[in-house]
């Protein structure tokens, strides 16, 4: 992990859940993309190619299913 960020993951944790609030409050979706995808082993958190290209196709296959 970043040395700026180091010492603070379990601060990052918590921001799935905050947003989740806000978006259950409003009814909007929401993913947590630390279900589907690893951060990048170089700084724990940025995300590699790959990792960002399956990231896309779930959010693509969610907006699609959303019908809008």
Not at 5 to 24: I, M, P, R, T
């Amino acid at each position: 992990m970043s040395m700026s960020f180091a010492g603070n993951e379990s601060e990052s944790l918590k921001l799935y859940e905050n947003y989740k609030k806000v978006c259950d409050l409003f009814a909007i979706p929401i993913i947590n993309s630390a279900d589907y995808v690893k951060v990048s082993e170089i700084d724990g958190l940025h995300l590699e190619p790959g990792e960002q290209l399956k990231l896309g196709k779930i959010i693509s296959e969610k907006v699609l299913s959303m019908n809008i």
